[in-house]
């Protein structure tokens, strides 16, 4: 039995592949081989839609569209990773911060420094 | 007449809101041992917060009773005030009551706001990028900038670009990932929370932002620590070492003035990593841990215990 999640993201791979809007039961019938009730694609769009990942178009039956491209999500993530917001408001713990090019020389230098033939304790 | 116990709590509030995160912040001791830093870092907000509201509380009901206990039981049991109620009383007791209500409304505002951002990113990522059998928690984002990060919560997400994975060996890459779970495994969002809400309560206060800023280098410092603890190979110090500075200098950057501040704190991490400090001595260690239990302990037997008059 696959996740909420799974589906989610199976239902978006269709969406984002698809020339133009989908209707419910295109979604069931391009997902045939996991043998979906109709019920079950329309929780999922909902859930998408609730989320803000999907909208829909006002012919009958109802046709859904991605609200962005993959490429577009992913860019959105990491505006706000590689922001300010995510360094300073915990949202996130990131490895290493925004740093600027001569502090990035001098961590550089300090490695060199300690060289890999004079191994540290 | 103030009483001894409000002048008391007014004298640690002080203490507690300048000189003292001054010296901390600026000792050398802490990169030596990051977490005994955290807990007095921790200590000191605590105890200030409750020093400045206790001090407040107790001058402010001083006309029922000369000690917190003492008021709120005559203010519980009706009794009228013993001194005549002046204009002062009121003002501390408002006073008392708004800061009170301010840190722990804008607490409870970080709270609520970085968890619903955390939400949007998780559910961003789950759409966007197919989780990988090896590792469930672990995504592997598509973005050529070297990037590496944790998405706290119940479900904790480990993040990783595609760019961190070309730019790292499989050893250095490894410490990465250990790093960023011992951020998860030892929760260190909470640790860096209330930092974030009293920098936002209280902007006019240095100190605030001091706290802040030594706190979320001494995190950084104990995830690398921990990091270490559970990484094999010849030299990892090194390799954790190497992985940072690839890190930063990948063009991860954002060569954002704002964010360069923390650059400096970067070196610490490194030069730490490289040449060890030597470890606290075992009666230094423990005196830095009795004091944040003193700290706090003295604000709460200053508020709870009867008049000292």
Redesign the interface.
Known sequence: MASLGDLERTVMDVLWAADGPVAATGLRDALAGRDLALTTVHTVLSRLEAKGFVEHDDARPRRFRPRASRAEHAAELMHEVLGRAGDRQAVLARFVGGVDPEEARLLRQLLAESGPDTPTR | MLPTTAAALAVLAALLAWPVPALLGRARWPRRDPLVALICWQAVGLAGGLSIIGALLVHGLAPWGHSLSGAGRALLTGDPARDPVRGDHWVTLTLAAVLAAELLGVLAL?WV??AR??RR?R??????V?PSAAAPDARL???P?P??????GARPLLVL?SG?VAELDDRQLAA?VA??RA?LAEH??LY??PF?AWEAALPVLPAAARAHTAVREL?EMR?DDRALASLGGP?P??TL?????V???GG?????????V???A??AR??RL???PAPLPAAARLAALLAPGLLLLVPTALLLAPSLL
Not at chain 2, 123 to 128: A, D, F, T
Not at chain 2, 241 to 245: D, K, N, P, T, Y
Not at chain 2, 252 to 260: E, H, K, N, R
């Open positions: 970080s706001r970085t951002t955390r990113h559910e961003l990522l789950e759409l966007v197919q984002l598509e973005h900038a990037v590496a990060f944790c998405i706290p670009s961190m990465v790093h960023e951020h260190h969002h860096l929370l974030l995190v995830a030299d110090r090194r070492a190497e992985a940072i500075v890190a930063a200098g991860g950057g954002v060569a954002d003035g704002a964010l360069a923390g650059g400096s970067l070196g490194v030069r490289l040449d060890p």
